[in-house]
Nanobody, 116 residues
Framework: QVQLVESGGGLVQPGGSLRLSCVAS????????MRWYRQAPGKERELVAR????????NVADSVKGRFTISRDNGKNTVYLQMNNLKPEDTAVYYCYAALSPLPYWGQGTQVTVSS
């Protein structure tokens, strides 16, 4: 069955970096666009970054532009989110998302906490 397993979250000080990973299985990873979302307490889930099947197209939210980078390795069935210069407002649960058809699929999420 389809699985998306995120890892790499944790507690980091402001200005620090983390790299999130999402390992996919149960579908042909290289055929589907992937996204990262996040949800902070009391807020709606928001799109953070997205990447095309080959990685030739990427897009990140204005709130993280210049700090976050999305990438993928189709040979490893993995999508990454490199997060630099983290801020307290980046604190959230981060979710991997596969744009499968007819139904998309979500990972279980990984907590990122930015605090001194």
């Amino acid at each position: 069955q389809v699985q998306l397993v995120e890892s790499g979250g944790g507690l980091v000080q402001p200005g620090g970096s983390l790299r999130l990973s999402c390992v996919a299985s149960g579908f042909t990873f290289s055929s589907y666009a992937m996204r990262w979302y996040r949800q902070a307490p009391g807020k709606e889930r928001e799109l953070v970054a997205r990447i095309s099947t080959t990685g030739s197209f990427t897009n990140v939210a204005d709130s993280v532009k210049g700090r976050f980078t999305i990438s993928r390795d189709n040979g490893k069935n993995t999508v990454y989110l490199q997060m630099n210069n983290l801020k307290p407002e980046d604190t959230a649960v981060y979710y991997c998302y596969a744009a499968l058809s007819p139904l998309p699929y979500w990972g279980q999420g990984t907590q990122v906490t930015v605090s001194s």
